[in-house]
C-alpha cells in the first residue's frame, strides 16, 4: 500500500480509493496537468505474469482509444520501479454503484437511468470491437446528484480483456465477477458482446433487488451451477411494487443461449425502462376526432416532410383527440466532396449479400420505383392516400428538430447526415397523407454507382441505426411544443433495417422506419399514425420487388 506523498511515474499520491483483488485505486496529482487522475497498481502475482503483462500493455493501448462521455479515460499506462504495472485514468470524484446499493441510496429508476447510460458505452465499444469483461456495478462509476443529471461512467476497459486472453481468472478479481459471468465465459466458449449485455443483466438485478441473481450462500460451485443451468429469478418477487414486466426484461438478459438475449445494451435498457414505466392501453379515438389539415410549403424550395408529432390530447365524451401536424424541414445541398471522402466506413455489423449482378438501375428510373397512392392506401387499409410532397434535389436536413444529432439517419428517410456524403448518384423522395386520418407514408429512393456501394452505405446506416437503438429524442419544430420520442430495438430480417420509434406522449402514436438495398438502389421508407404496425416493412417489400436484378 503506497502512503499519501509517495510519487508513481511521477504522480504523488493524495490518498487511498480502494482495494481488492485487482489492486490498490489511489487518487494521485497528475505531474503536469491542474486535475487529479485516479492511478490503479495492479497486484505482484499478476505483474510477474510474462504474458497477463504483454497482453495488459496490448489492452491498455485498445481501451486508451475509447472516447465516450460515458466510459472512464485513460491515460497513461506502465510499471513501477519494482515492476508493478499500473495504469492511470480519469478520476471520477464520487462512488460507485454498487456502493450506492450497500448504502440504499438505489431506487428502481435510478437503477434503470444508471443501466441506460451504461448501456450506451457498451454499444459504442461494442460498435468497434472491443468487449468489457468486467460488467459489474462496481465499475459504474457516479459522480453528481442523483437523477437525470447524474454521470455515469464505465471503468475498467481493457484489465479484464487482459485477465480473460490469459487464463487468469482465478484471481480474486475473478472469483468476485463470477457473480455476472454468462455461462459461455464459465464454460470456456464463444464469447462476444453478448457476454456483456448478460453481465448488464446480473447488474440491473443487483441494482434492483440489492443482490446478485443467483447468491454465494451455496458457495462458487452453486454459482456456476446456476449460471449454467438455473432460471433467473423473479425481480419482483423480490422488490415489492416492482412491475411484473421487469421479470421478462431480466429473463431475456440472462438467457443462456446468447442467441435469445437482446441484441444490443440499449436494446436492453430500452426494455427496463418500458417495464419500469408501462404505458396504459390507448383509447381508440372517438368519432370527436378532428385533424388539421397538414401545411403548406413556406416556399417553393421547402417541403413537407414526415413525422408524426402529437400536438394535442383532450377528453370529449370519453373519447381521445389527437392531432397530427407534419414538420416542414429544408432540402439540404448535395455533398460537393470528392469521392474519396464519401466512402462510408466499413461497420462492424454483419453486410448482407451482395445481390446477384445486375445492370445499375439508371437515375431516370427511380420515379417509376415509387409506389403510386391507391397501392400505399390498399397496403395500409385506408380508403386514399394523396402525395403532399415530392422532390428530387437533394436531401433533407433533420438536425435543427432533432434533439439527438447522431441518430437523424433512423428518425426520417433520405436525411442529409445518412446520405449526404454517400456517394449517391440520385435519389427521389415522396410524401403521402391521409385526409381522413393521421397515416402518413414517405418513400424514398437512392441510386449509387453499383450494388457495392449501396450495400457498403447500408451496412454504415445499420451501425448508425443500432447505436440509436433504445434513446429518447425530443422533436422540436417552430410554434410546437417539444415531443420525446423513443426508438425501439433493430431488427434485420432477410437483410433489411427496421426500427420503430414511438412518441412518449401517446404510445399508439409511433413511426416505423424500414431499409433495404436491392441493385443499386436503397429504398428508405417512415410509415407512421396509430399502431402502424408493419405498413413500413409491407410498403418497402413493394418497392423493393419494382428494383430490377
Known sequence: MLNPGSIVAGYRVERVLGAGGMGEVYQVADPNLPRYAALKVLP???????????????????????????????????????????????FVDGTDAANAVRAGAMTPARAVYIVGEVAKALDYAHHRGVLHRDVKPANFLLSGPAGGDERVLLADFGIARALGETGLTGTGAGMVTLSYAAPEVIAGGHVDAR?????????????????????????VAAVVAAHLHAPPPRVSERVPGLPSGMDAVIATALAKDPAHRYTSARQLAAAAAAALHPVLPAVHPGPAVAYPVPAAPRDPGRRNLILAAVVGLSVMAAAVALAVTMIVRSPAPRSAAPPSSATPRT????????????????????????????????????????????????????????????????????????FGRSGSVGAQLQLLSNPDGPNAVEQAVIAFPSAAAAQQVLAEQQRQWSACSGRTFTVTTPNETPTPWTFGPLTTPGGTLVMSFTSQVRSSVSCQRAMAARNNVIVDVAANGFDVGNHGVDVLNAIVAKVPS
Not at 465516450?68 to 504495472?85: A, F, K, W
Not at 445499375?360 to 428510373?365: F, G, H, K, L, T
Not at 427511380?366 to 409506389?371: A, N
Open 347 to 418: 461497420s462492424t455489423s454483419t453486410t448482407p449479400a451482395t445481390p446477384a449482378a445486375a445492370p445499375p438501375a439508371a437515375v431516370s428510373a427511380l420515379p417509376g420505383l415509387l409506389l403510386p397512392p391507391d397501392q400505399i392506401a390498399s397496403l395500409l387499409g385506408v380508403r386514399t392516400m394523396t402525395v403532399s410532397d415530392s422532390s428530387s434535389h437533394g436531401f433533407t436536413d433533420d438536425t435543427p428538430y432533432i434533439s439527438d444529432k447522431e441518430c437523424t439517419g433512423p428518425y426520417a428517410p433520405a436525411d442529409q447526415g445518412a
Open 44 to 90: 505482484v502475482a499478476l505483474s510477474d505474469n510474462s504474458e497477463f503483462r504483454a497482453r495488459f500493455l496490448r489492452e491498455a493501448d485498445i481501451a486508451a482509444r475509447l472516447d465516450h462521455p460515458n466510459i472512464v479515460s485513460i491515460y497513461d499506462r506502465g510499471q513501477t520501479e519494482q515492476g508493478q504495472l499500473w495504469i492511470a485514468m480519469q
Open 195 to 219: 457476454a456483456d449485455l448478460y453481465s448488464l443483466g446480473c447488474s440491473l438485478f443487483q441494482l434492483l433487488c440489492g443482490t446478485a441473481p443467483f447468491a454465494r450462500d451455496g458457495g
